[in-house]
């Protein structure tokens, strides 16, 4: 049986391979709708852009819908600088001609859960965790209902790309964070202590490319695009693929490994805000509430998704 899953995503390049990747994964995932997010560009254009790329995957079938467009309690701040003005730059593809779904990304949120059995939906969030935390916090009979939350976001030994102590998906939305890691849901982490090792070198973008297809074009150009930013800022070999990790562990979860920790989110601090202040040492008694991911066999993640995408 597929897991069922909804998709919260603020598209950005990885973002859309993290969806492509699900789409392309039936026997694994099934994907109840999409829900778009503020985020890396204004939600205009992630909910715009979580509609290319379910056409660019064939998939007009999938409902997309707009959820929040700021952080609970903050103004959005957004990552043009890495994901360029659209928020998908580097190939050209054109705008979607599926409507958006009607309603509220957080209220097909809530519907969802409790349509299906408790305990058989599981959240995906690539990006602010607004549209979950302002669900839970208009619907707290939803939070028993989540099977899992399988997120991208934070980081430990990483310690933050957004600011030197916080990750960008954590820092947008501290408050929408908090929730969430507070709320008692089984949370598996993608920090970027992972995802900077899931390097974009030039020999697997080139495997990317070498599909010779639509999506296999576009993925690499969509790479190509943000490595420029990434290269620059870490001088690695390529720029990380953060958020596929998360539709890739439902795929292969031994791909992944971790330690099952408390994570806490920082609210107050100037200095540290939005930092995940991860207990990887275990020196507190706090109660563990997450799977924070330390590694990945990063050769099988890109095997996986080669894989996988020439199947679209
Ligand atoms: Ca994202």
Redesign the pocket.
């Known amino acids: 049986m597929p897991r069922k899953i909804i998709i919260d ?2 598209p ?1 390049q ?2 859309a391979v993290a969806i492509l990747l699900a789409l392309a994964s039936p026997e694994e995932i099934e994907v109840l709708g999409i829900t778009a997010i503020a ?2 560009v204004p939600l205009e254009l992630t909910a715009k852009n979580a509609r290319i790329v379910c056409e660019l995957a064939g998939r007009t079938d999938i409902q997309v819908y707009a959820g929040c467009d700021r952080p609970m309690n903050r103004p959005l701040i957004t990552a043009e600088h890495v994901h360029g003005k659209s928020g998908l730059d580097g190939p050209v593809l054109p705008d979607p001609e599926m409507p958006l779904a009607q309603g509220h990304a957080v209220d097909f949120i809530i519907e969802t859960l409790r349509a299906h059995a408790p305990g058989t939906v599981t959240l995906c969030p ?2 602010p965790l607004t549209n979950i935390a302002t669900a839970f916090r208009k619907a707290p009979d939803i939070i028993d209902r989540v099977q899992e939350i399988i997120l ?1 976001g934070g980081a430990y030994f990483e310690v933050g790309n957004i600011t030197p102590t916080a990750e960008f ?1 954590i820092y947008v939305d501290p408050e929408a964070a908090d929730i969430v890691f507070r709320s008692g849901v089984h949370i598996v982490v993608m920090p970027l202590d992972v995802t900077h090792d899931a390097l974009v070198t030039p020999h697997r973008n080139d495997a990317f490319r070498a599909l010779d297809s639509k999506v296999g074009h576009a993925v690499a150009e969509m790479t190509d695009f943000f490595e420029r930013f990434d290269k620059e800022k870490y001088g690695s070999e390529g720029a990380p693929l ?2 596929p990790c998360v539709t890739a562990y439902l795929i292969q979860p031994d791909l992944f490994s971790g330690r099952h920790i408390n994570v806490e989110i920082e609210t107050q601090s100037e200095l540290t805000l939005g930092m995940t202040v991860a207990d990887w040492w275990r020196v507190t008694d706090r109660t563990p509430n997450a799977m924070f991911m330390g590694d990945v066999d990063a050769q099988g993640f890109f095997d996986l998704l080669t894989e996988r995408l020439a199947r679209l």
């Open positions: 995503t603020d950005g990885d973002d985020g890396n690539l990006g991208m998906n953060h958020d």
